[in-house]
């Protein structure tokens, strides 16, 4: 994993810690997992960036609810999300935390709380 502050200028509510973890996310619990990386993450969300092009995957859309699981020892959040912006372009998808599981709450707080 490799952390590093972000030097730019904000514009979201919440400023971003850079990183790079594992994640796997899917839709629903009948949907294979796709595979990426968590590339930087807030209390609010993260950026990620799929191992496989996001053109062929359809999860990729603005408002789409999707699950992740991150499941480095080290490094670990679960919960649910949306989908609020996409490139396909860049494979990256910026995701939304709508509710992360109790010890995933108290870990991130924890963690940002170092930066």
Do not use: C
């Amino acid at each position: 994993m490799e952390i590093a502050q972000n030097g730019q200028s904000e514009r979201r509510g919440y400023p971003r810690i850079n990183l790079e973890t594992k994640v796997s996310i899917r839709t629903s619990d009948m949907e294979p997992v796709m595979l990426g990386w968590v590339q930087n993450i807030s209390r609010g969300g993260f950026k990620l960036k799929a191992d496989n092009p996001l053109i062929t995957k359809d999860i990729f859309r603005s408002g789409k609810q999707i699950f992740f699981e991150t499941y480095e020892d080290f490094f670990r959040l679960k919960g649910k999300g949306e989908v609020i912006w996409a490139s396909q372009k860049e494979n990256e998808a910026g995701i939304k935390f709508d509710e992360l599981d109790h010890k995933g709450k108290r870990f991130l707080e924890d963690f940002l709380g170092m930066f």
